[in-house]
């Protein structure tokens, strides 16, 4: 039965995680529970959408420091699609950061910080 229960859901702990601090307070309770338990959970500073030169400067170090416990594609990054925005460089979004970054690096799905945290129905 214990082999049933730790099957019920990833608990991560062969990734690290790289987040917006927009989400410490709600991931480190998910640790805290023992709900997740990555390898390392790293977080950048929040609000730097309104800084994309910034977020993709934390962004970066952030990965950096994730590679020294996990390789690329054991790298999943908790940042909206959409929460890189510049309009001196309309293109580069997170995805093409992480892409540029290197391989098999994934992203929490949705839009914004705040698709995390509630769905489209709740926001």
Known sequence: ????????????????????GMLHPELTYLVRTGFLNPRRLLFTPPGLHALPERLEEHLLRRLADARESCADDEIVVAYGKKCHVSTDEPL??????????????VRVQGEYGYDMLAGLEER
Do not use: W
């Open 1 to 20: 039965e214990s082999a049933m229960a730790e099957t019920a859901h990833p608990r991560f702990e062969d990734r690290c995680i790289i987040s917006c």
């Open 92 to 105: 580069k979004r997170v995805d093409s950061i992480l892409e540029e970054a290197g391989r098999g690096i």
